[in-house]
């Protein structure tokens, strides 16, 4: 029996400038079992980084809930990693430190100091260990804010389009990584992707998210077992059948795969 | 990884003909110093040449000033045969070949005029041996007071820097904070800090404590404003970053927001060490028992210029090495920005 991870009651999140009101989110309602993979994807602006966002507990909902294992999510949590859009790294410290950060923020560096080198591994920046942020490629950074996030074992990590920078086969090794972590420590895994094979690829379940207001329009489950491939028939066909579903919110069709 | 590209040079590693010729330029202009020394007779009666004896060593001003022109020599020759190996520091190096060359040339000139000749105004403009003699009469006097200097500024720097990096990151990190003390380090600021000197000097127990406290406050400033100003420009998707990480606040303040603040810090203490030279020797030539500031002003009552000269070299020596020494910690704590500004 699987329980449940997180839950998501009837979210709200509006936001209000002098002369204009967003609702970034309407009544968002989500429950996630512990070691799924779930993918958000959704045009740009239908409230995916928001949501992400407010699951981290970097921001508050107007109404509505946010339970982590029963509890009320009210700010931040090193069990709930966050790998952010845009890099976000500590450009003052080296790759090394970088991944080391949420050791140290922990103070629990001394006893797990073996850990960064592991992780330089698995992202395989071996010999970049001493750079720093801007002597790296984007790609190469993305990889680090992953391991960054990785490094506190968190129950549930949240990643919000990190592979948009890095190239296809790159893309590949970390999406098999993920999935072995999934398996390894049965993390649970939120990713925000444009990328539908990606979402195909990896996920238990694919919430897609239509704007104004950013609403989850459709939750499908991926039911293909793993390793799922991603020219077979039963995988193409659940792309077609995801891609009409876009192209039927949207005014024209799009020329690629890609939202 | 740092990466620098340098062309491969194609005489690397020999000394040619041509990098001789210009070290021998380089230090041709104070050779030629030394024999306009040598050769010249001394014209002008208004220069007494008197013997100092250092442990069985006899110098008078002349001597003393060739071997400081030999130093030079050596100096620049010892810089030459090293740079001659490595072709960037070739190109440094004769570049600058001209300058030392006039420097000497310039020197022998002054010596000519200044003490051979005495035809610049004196007392006003002694020649560059006659600056020498200061060190020579008094050169135990000369160094007390140079440390005595260097103390004061020592001092009065470390605290300074140490209370301004504190409270511009109180007042960066709280809202209060800033709200209360923005205007106050605003109006402080402006108003240079000896004009406190009266205050200091009843409510301090010595002048030199009197003295620490004016440079504190004059490195105070710039420190504390850019301090806060790095905090504050810290972007929050950093602490954000951290706060997912496990940080608390003393991990956003001491791994976000000061490193973040750090080349602005920099930044304010260079600043406060300019303002901190001025301040140091206008406070010593207002009342100290010791120092650079107080050594000229004894020595102008005496009409003894050259004395003033000698210590402005000392000066300009003393406080271009603690710029660089600074200019080194700061390229050492910000290696993290190499390439990435310019
Ligand atoms: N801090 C904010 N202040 C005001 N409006 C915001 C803010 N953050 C997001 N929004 C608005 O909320 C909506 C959803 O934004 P969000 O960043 O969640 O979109 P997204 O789905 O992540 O888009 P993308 O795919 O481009 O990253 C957008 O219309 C955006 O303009
Ligand atoms: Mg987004």
């Given at each position: 029996m699987s329980d449940v991870i997180l839950e998501i009651k009837g979210i709200n999140r509006i936001y209000k400038d002098e002369d204009n009101t967003v609702?970034?989110?309407?009544d968002i309602n989500l429950s996630v079992k512990r070691g799924e993979f779930i993918s958000i994807i959704g045009s740009?602006?239908?409230?995916k980084t928001t949501l992400l966002r407010l699951i981290a507990g970097l921001d508050k909902p107007q109404s509505g809930k946010l339970l982590q294992s029963g509890e009320e999510i009210i700010s931040p949590d090193p069990s709930r990693g966050y790998v952010f859009q845009q890099g976000?790294?500590?450009?003052?410290?080296t790759v090394e430190q970088n991944i080391a950060a949420g050791l140290k923020a922990r103070r629990v560096y001394k006893e797990n100091k073996h850990k960064v080198a592991e992780y330089i591994d698995l992202i395989g920046l071996n010999g970049f260990?001493?750079?720093?942020?801007?002597?790296?490629s984007g790609g190469m950074a993305q990889r680090v804010a992953i391991a960054r996030a990785l490094i506190n074992d968190p129950e549930l990590l949240l990643l919000d389009?990190?592979?948009?920078?890095?190239d296809s086969f790159t893309r590949a090794d970390i999406q098999d990584k993920l999935l072995e972590l999934k398996r390894g420590n049965n993390a649970t895994m939120i990713l925000v992707t444009h990328d539908v094979d990606e979402a195909i690829y990896l996920s238990d379940r694919i919430v897609i998210m239509t704007p104004?207001?950013?609403?989850?329009s459709e939750i499908m489950e991926i039911k293909l077992p793993?390793?799922?491939?991603?020219?077979?028939v039963e995988f193409l066909s659940i792309r077609k059948n995801i891609l009409e579903k876009f192209h039927m919110a949207s005014a024209y069709p799009e020329p690629e795969y890609r939202i | 990884m740092r990466i620098s590209y340098k062309e491969p040079s194609p005489n690397k590693g020999r000394l040619n003909i041509n990098f001789i010729a210009v070290i021998l330029f380089t230090i041709a202009g104070f050779a030629a110093a030394i024999l306009a020394n040598i050769f010249?007779?001394?014209?002008?009666?208004g220069v007494k040449i008197k013997d100092y004896t250092f442990g069985g060593i006899t110098l008078n001003i002349n001597s003393a000033y060739r071997l400081v022109l030999a130093a030079l020599i050596a100096l620049y020759t010892a810089i030459g045969i090293f740079s001659a190996f490595d072709k960037d520091r070739r190109k440094k190096y004769k570049k600058r070949a001209q300058f030392r060359f006039a420097a000497g040339i310039a020197l022998a000139l002054w010596d000519l005029?200044?003490?051979?000749?005495?035809?610049?105004?004196?007392p006003f403009f002694p020649g560059p041996a006659g600056i020498i003699e200061a060190f020579l009469s008094e050169s135990g006097f000369v160094i007390q007071n140079t440390l005595y200097s260097l103390r004061l500024f020592a001092v009065g720097f470390i605290f300074g820097v140490a209370f301004g990096v504190g409270t511009g990151i109180i007042i960066g990190w709280f809202p209060k904070a800033y709200y209360w003390l923005t205007p106050v380090l605003n109006i402080a600021g402006v108003?240079?800090?000896?004009?406190w000197m009266p205050f200091a000097l009843t409510l301090f127990p010595t002048p030199f404590t009197a003295a620490v406290f004016l440079i504190v406050i004059c490195v105070w400033f710039p420190v504390a404003s850019l301090a806060a100003s790095g905090v504050q420009s810290t972007p929050k998707a950093q602490f954000e970053a951290a706060r997912t990480l496990g940080g608390k606040t003393s991990y956003l303040v001491f791994h976000v927001a000061i490193p973040h603040a750090m080349p602005q810090i920099f930044t304010g203490i260079n600043t406060a060490n300019a303002f901190a030279f001025t301040t140091l020797v206008m406070a010593e030539m207002m009342g100290?028992?010791?120092?650079l500031g107080y050594y000229i002003n004894a020595s102008k009552v005496w009409s003894a210029y050259y004395k003033v000269f000698a210590a402005i070299i000392v000066m300009a020596v003393m406080f271009s090495l603690i710029t660089k020494g600074i200019g080194l910690i700061e390229s050492r704590v910000l290696r993290w920005q190499r390439g990435l500004v310019k």
């Open positions: 609702e970034a989110l309407n740009s602006g239908c409230g976000g790294l500590f450009q003052w410290l260990e001493k750079s720093y942020p801007h002597q790296i389009e990190p592979m948009g920078a890095l104004r207001p950013g609403k989850i793993h390793p799922r491939h991603r020219g077979g | 010249i007779p001394q014209i002008s009666a005029f200044g003490t051979k000749l005495q035809l610049l105004p004196q108003v240079p800090a000896v004009a100290q028992p010791g120092g």
